[in-house]
């Protein structure tokens, strides 16, 4: 049942060692955005940014994310939102940031961060 499951999914095309393979790498930027200007970023993220960044070459996701609470620890104070994107490599995902789509659509998200400058923008490898 489970494989049956898995194949409608879709699933079943990738070998476990093609996944174990693939170390993609991920993109965080903690944003501080007015909630007043909310409603209009997230209109920019989801009808400009996402439908420019699926296009490009070793793109996996992109999401934003919305802090809820601080479950343990201290998160930064000036941030209510976390953006994050997921390429298949360093590689590819900087060919996606100097693009010119990259150019025309990241500015138009990042005029809504507060901290302009300073705002922390990390890279991870998969582990």
């Given at each position: 049942?489970?494989?049956g ?49 699926v ?28 953006f ?44």
């Amino acid at each position: 049942m489970v494989a049956g499951v898995a194949a409608a999914a879709g699933v079943v095309g990738l070998a476990p060692a093609a996944r174990a393979k693939t170390r993609h790498v991920r993109v965080y930027v903690e944003m501080d955005v007015d909630p007043a200007q909310e409603r209009e970023m997230l209109d920019l993220f989801h009808n400009q940014f996402v439908p420019e960044a699926v296009k490009h070459d070793g793109y996996i996701r992109v999401k934003l994310l919305k802090r809820r609470t601080v479950l343990q620890g201290e998160a930064p104070p000036a941030t209510n939102y976390r953006f994050e994107l997921e390429y298949e490599n360093e590689d590819l995902r900087k060919q996606w940031a100097a693009s010119p789509g990259h150019q025309r659509v990241w500015p138009q998200i990042e005029k809504f961060i507060k901290t302009q400058g300073t705002y922390p923008v990390v890279l991870f490898d998969e582990a």
